[in-house]
């Protein structure tokens, strides 16, 4: 099977991808391979970071079966939540039943891990992962922040299995795949401006 690649012939307009890019959640089993990810991994540590910190690192999950055990961690994470917070005599409505595969059979996973430097660690792992997502709509590839992946990733289990230290916590999972298809466009509110002296 063909791979992806990220060549400077496949790549749009900044303001195209910042207007184009949206969540993609239907992926082709194409593999990604190594070279796309880590195009992909260069662009986020482009990202903008407090006094040059650069708190971020990486795990790229490309197993299915490790995929599939994320999952339904993740599921039963989001279960064992709802019912440590349920009150008695009252039914819990999430409103959210989440798909048999929480990472829609998208090939890879990118998980940008924070460690714990400066107050503006969360900031900087975000800036990273949207540069990601970025990258990755210019060069024709699809992304999709899952955020009940977070729970679990977080666990001692997971960490361990992963290789990750302790004291950094995971905050951006993100799927990365060929999109099977063009995701419809999402409307926008204009910007509400609060001030503008």
């Known amino acids: 099977m063909q791979q992806a690649q990220i060549t400077p012939e496949n790549t749009v307009n900044i303001m195209d991808a910042v207007k184009g890019r949206r969540s993609v959640r239907s992926y082709k089993p194409q593999a990604l391979g190594y070279e796309a990810i880590h195009a992909l991994l260069k662009a986020a540590v482009q990202a903008p970071t407090a006094v040059h910190e650069e708190p971020w690192a990486f795990a790229v999950i490309e197993s299915r079966e490790m995929l599939k055990r994320l999952s339904d961690s993740a599921k039963q994470a989001m279960t064992d939540m709802e019912r440590s917070i349920h009150v008695p005599?009252?039914?819990?409505?999430?409103?959210?039943?989440?798909?048999?595969?929480?990472?829609?059979?998208?090939?890879?996973?990118?998980?940008?891990?924070?460690?714990p430097m400066s107050p503006f660690v969360v900031a900087d792992c975000w800036l990273a992962a949207e540069n990601l997502m970025l990258a990755a709509y210019g060069a024709g590839l699809g992304t999709c922040v899952i955020g009940l992946a977070v729970a679990a990733l977080n666990t001692p289990e997971w960490k361990k299995e992963l290789g990750v230290?302790?004291?950094?916590?995971?905050?951006?999972?993100?799927?990365?795949?060929?999109?099977?298809?063009?995701?419809?466009?999402?409307p926008r509110k204009e910007p509400e401006i609060l001030a503008w002296k």
């Not at 230290?165 to 999402?186: E, F, K, L, Q, R």
């Open 89 to 115: 005599g009252r039914q819990m409505k999430s409103g959210f039943t989440p798909p048999d595969d929480i990472f829609y059979h998208a090939p890879a996973l990118v998980v940008i891990y924070g460690k």
């Open 165 to 186: 230290p302790d004291g950094m916590t995971a905050y951006a999972p993100i799927i990365v795949g060929m999109p099977n298809g063009a995701a419809p466009p999402v």
